[in-house]
């Protein structure tokens, strides 16, 4: 908590003065002063703040250039500072999609998307059906690629890419752990997900959505894709987007 405190002296009348034979530090000492704290102008609304503070300058007791809050710094070098090094905590890495480590965090990803759309928790056979309805297998090179992400060195997330027609990339299996979420990390693996798409020889991305995955459809709007006319007919499709990468 971030505090203002000032010690509080009452204001120096004509009287006061004459009291303590003309010296104003003589009147101040009559009579007394106390420390106040100005409130915690980080959390406390500013309107509060200048309420509360108002009082004690029409009793002369602060010059008025002392109540105003101090001055937050919303961007700057500590800002772009924090950002490089909440980047740095994320790694994002190519990897076999049908390794032991990529399976069960896919079977994850199912589990999460299968129980938002039924609105409960989803069953085994339910992930079951839906990852044989829906495989993972062509996110492989030289068609696909598929990238597992690392905060902090703890499994955090993945994504998939892979090629449709010529020049054109699918973005799919987007997902970040719960634990990992509102990190950062969303926006990276999407980045990491064109770069491997450029490789591929993709000059356009697409994906799909459904309707219900208002995170994810915020998401790519923020990374610069765009609603589109339909491209696919998936059962789950409710929005398509699109972006140039190049």
């Known amino acids: 908590m971030i505090c203002v405190t ?76 924090e950002d490089v090094t909440r980047h740095q905590l994320w790694t994002i890495t190519p990897a076999p999609v049908g390794d032991a480590v990529s399976t069960a965090l896919l079977r994850e990803y199912f589990f999460d998307v299968a129980g938002r759309y039924y609105g409960r928790p989803a069953t085994e056979s339910e992930v079951d059906v839906a990852m044989t ?46 634990s990992a979420r509102r990190q950062g990390g969303a926006a990276q693996l999407v980045a990491a997900a064109e770069d491997a798409a450029r490789g591929l020889g993709a000059k356009i991305m697409r994906l799909d959505t459904r309707h219900d995955l208002v995170e994810a459809r915020a998401l790519y709007a923020r990374s610069g894709y765009a609603e589109v006319d339909p491209f696919s007919d998936g059962k789950y499709a409710e929005h398509w987007f699109e972006k140039a990468l190049y």
């Open 133 to 178: 309805e829906d495989p993972s297998d062509g996110l492989v090179p030289p068609r696909g690629q598929f990238l597992l992400a690392h905060r902090e060195a703890v499994l955090a997330g993945c994504v998939g890419v892979k090629l449709g027609e010529p020049g054109v990339g699918t973005l799919t299996r987007m997902y970040v752990r719960q």
């Open 6 to 81: 000032y010690m509080v002296e009452p204001k120096v009348t004509n009287a006061t003065q004459g009291a303590a034979g003309g010296n104003p530090a003589a009147a101040r000492e009559r009579r007394g002063g106390r420390a106040v704290t100005l409130g915690n102008w980080a959390t406390e609304p500013r309107c509060a703040f200048r309420r509360r503070n108002a009082a004690v300058l029409r009793l002369g007791m602060v010059p008025a250039a002392h109540l105003a809050p101090p001055a937050v710094k919303t961007g700057g070098r500590r800002g772009d500072d």
